[in-house]
């Protein structure tokens, strides 16, 4: 019912940018926000940035200055555009839809992998 996939992941020198995209299936107004997490090899899955129906966003302190999330509902799509990239941001960055209709639920895109070396 809920699909989001995610794109734009690839590999990139220290200190470049890249640009990933999450088109969702339907209105990302659905939702109650929707947000990028990532998930490191042998680390927890860590929230990078969220941004709400209102506009309203958040970030992990670690990305702060360097990443951007942003949206185009005419395109029912989410944007994270990443700057000044640092190995360590290295991991694989999942899309997530948060719905607050009944009940709290949470919607996952498969994933895509950006790699961040010389």
């Known amino acids: 019912q809920v699909q989001l996939v995610e794109s734009g992941g690839g590999l990139v020198q220290p200190g470049g940018s890249l640009r990933l995209s999450c088109a969702v299936s339907g209105s990302i107004f659905r939702f109650y926000a929707m947000g990028w997490y990532r998930q490191a090899p042998g680390k927890q899955r860590e929230l990078v940035a969220t941004i709400t129906t209102t506009g309203s966003t958040n970030y992990a302190d670690s990305v702060k200055g360097r990443f951007t999330i942003s949206r185009d509902n005419a395109k029912n799509t989410v944007y994270l555009q990443m700057a000044s990239l640092k190995p360590e941001d290295t991991a694989v960055y999942y899309c997530?839809?948060?719905?607050?209709?009944?009940?709290?639920?949470?919607?996952w895109g498969q994933g895509t992998q950006v790699t961040v070396s010389s």
């Open positions: 997530n839809a948060q719905s607050r209709i009944t009940a709290p639920r949470d919607y």
